[in-house]
């Protein structure tokens, strides 16, 4: 079993930053394997923002792309999220996932508002 935590989340004004962070327990399958940002807003359904490849190729949803910045550091078995110009309809929770095994983190709330 993988333990995904997520953290970073919290309050931001409109146009501000934020950087989530995950951390995966100790795997031999986190090199290799797709990770993922996802979020789920109030009463909608959750959906994939961000996607980073073993070989460091990235995806974005276009609601995010060009704001946000997904990374990953194998070494410390890290993925990360990199939030600019942050706006209302980015609140949500943000959930991390490794798609290798189908792993979910707790989710870290982040509310954009002034």
């Known amino acids: 079993q993988v333990q995904l935590v997520e953290s970073g989340g919290g309050l931001v004004q409109p146009g501000g930053s934020l950087r989530l962070s995950c951390v995966a327990s100790k795997t031999t399958l986190f090199g290799n394997s797709v990770m993922a940002w996802y979020r789920q807003a109030p009463g909608k359904q959750r959906e994939v923002i961000a996607r980073?490849?073993?070989?460091?190729?990235?995806w974005y949803a276009d609601s995010v792309k060009g704001r946000f910045t997904i990374s990953r550091d194998n070494a410390n078995y890290a993925v990360y999220l990199q939030m600019n110009n942050l706006k209302p309809e980015d609140t949500a929770v943000y959930y991390c996932?490794?798609?290798?095994?189908?792993?979910w983190g707790q989710g870290t709330q982040v509310t954009v508002s002034i």
């Open positions: 980073i490849f073993a070989t460091g190729s990235t």
């Open positions: 996932n490794m798609y290798t095994g189908d792993f």
